[in-house]
Structures are given as structure tokens and as C-alpha cells.
């Protein structure tokens, strides 16, 4: 028996056994969810999803197109009770915003697939501005300006003869849609930036039955919405947009890792080791120098 026990061969218990592990825990540095850090080509932003319908309440738009004038700092009481700052005055960072009011110029309506939303008809206002017109064009002093002519056209004739002005595709819309967006654009030339070509979104609409969501619409049609007919005083709001673009940075600025020693070879503002032998690749998840900012 001892020979046998001699000549047995001797396996680890489990694969952990045979595995190192790290003393201390540390946890990555940057997020993985704003990859790839290059700059954006959505330079105005990008609604991914827009807030849950709740047909209960009265129609009503969900987001609102602004523009960054800058930032400041305010003081304020901090209400945080067993907090340090618990009742005392500090400094904040805010940011503010110039919003002149948005025109709603039209309206998609889409239908609910297995694929996700596809759009089925969409209805535009009889008149449109040249800031929104510019938008159609790369060049508008080298076009025509024929954008919406015929459906200008369209639109008049049918309202001198008495008729409601695309009935037909609004009653389409108020039967078969489930998702209706109004689309907007901004008035540009009221903000003094030097541009004149508009930012156009669609602005989805909540509450109320499809009916009433594109009665909603075509009663804003060619007018002005301000701010606050779309969000109220506190009322807690996400934004989007891109960043100030920083330019090309290093891995301490651009993810945040640590420095390395004083002493350390040849730099010490550097990632120190960028991956094992195999895979013999570099890993996307290893921190690189790279643009910083206007993600």
C-alpha cells in the first residue's frame, strides 16, 4: 500500500487551489459603458428612450432642446442629516442653460412590432421657418429653397377649400398607432451663436389615448412651446449632450489610474502593465491614451 501511495499521482483539490489571488481589492478604473472614447458624431445628443407612457394623465411632451451658456456656482444649505455639511452652507457647481421656446412643426406615428417601432405616417404644419428649412440643406445659398414648396402648396389648397389639411394621414395615425412623436425644432437665431440651420427632434408624447396625443400635436402646430410647459420647478431631469472636447490625453487624465512610483523607468504617468503574454493582443478593457472629451 505505501508503494502504491508513492506512485500515485498527486492532482490540486480544485483549480482555485492551483490560482493566485489578489490581497486586496480593487476595483477598475473608468467605465466601460462610454467605449469607444472617440469623438461623437451625435454632436447635439441622442434620446435613447424617452419616460414610460402613462395614458391616466393628460398628453403631454417629454423633453425639451436647449443650449449651454455656461456655468456658475451657487451656495446652498445642505439638508443631509448624520452628514458632516449636515445644515451647512456650501459651494456647488451649476450650469445654465438658455432655452428659447421650440416650434413644433409636425408629428411621426409609429406602430409596435415584434422588431421594436416601426414609423407608419408622418403629418408636417403647412408653414415652416427658414432656420428649420435650412436644416434640409448642406448649402442653402447654393439650393433652390424648394423644401416643402408642394406640400405648402398642398396644405393651402385644401384648407381654402374647406377641407381639414391632411385628414386622411391623421386618421390613419389615430388608428393604427400606438407611439406618437412630435417633431420639433428650435429657434436658433434667437440664441446669437452665429448659426441659423435649427436642431430638429422628435419629442415623444405622453398620456392620453393615441386620439388624443394627435389632436395634442396638430393643436401645437407652428406654435411656440416654452420650458415650462414641459417641466415644472425641482422637478428631477436627465440631460444629454456631448461633452467640451479636451483634446488627445494620457491614462491618468483620460481614465484616472494611478501614478506610478516616483523612481519608476522611463515615466510614471503610464498603465504598468497592459496585459499577460496570451492572449498576445491588447485587451480593449486596458486604459490607452486617447481623446478626452466631446464623447
Known sequence: QAESELFR???????????????????????????????????FGKIKSFPKDDQSKPPHLTAFMTYKAGMTHIMRDVDRPGSKIHKKEVAEAVTVFESPPMVVVGFVGY???????????????????????????????????KAFTKYQKRWSQESSAGNSPMSAEIERAKKYC??????CHTQITKVKIGQKKAHIKEIQVNGGTTAQKVDFVTGLFEKEVKVADVFSQDEMIDVIGATKGKGFHGVVS???????????????????????WHPARVQFQV?????????
Open 254 to 276: 483620460r481614465w484616472g489610474v494611478t501614478r506610478l512610483v516616483r523612481k519608476s523607468h522611463r515615466g510614471l504617468r503610464k498603465v504598468a502593465c497592459i496585459g499577460s
Open 111 to 145: 406602430v409596435e412590432t415584434p422588431r421594436g417601432l416601426r414609423a407608419l405616417t408622418s403629418v408636417w404644419a403647412g408653414h415652416l421657418s427658414e432656420e428649420c428649412k435650412r436644416r434640409f440643406y448642406k448649402t442653402w445659398c447654393r439650393s433652390k429653397q
Open 178 to 183: 400606438q407611439v406618437i412623436r412630435a417633431i
Open 287 to 295: 486604459p490607452r491614451s486617447g481623446q478626452k472629451g466631446f464623447h
Open 9 to 43: 499521482p498527486k492532482f490540486p483539490k480544485s483549480p482555485a487551489a492551483a490560482m493566485s489571488h489578489r490581497k486586496f481589492e480593487r476595483p477598475r478604473h473608468g467605465s466601460l459603458g462610454f467605449l469607444p472614447r472617440k469623438r461623437t458624431r451625435h454632436t
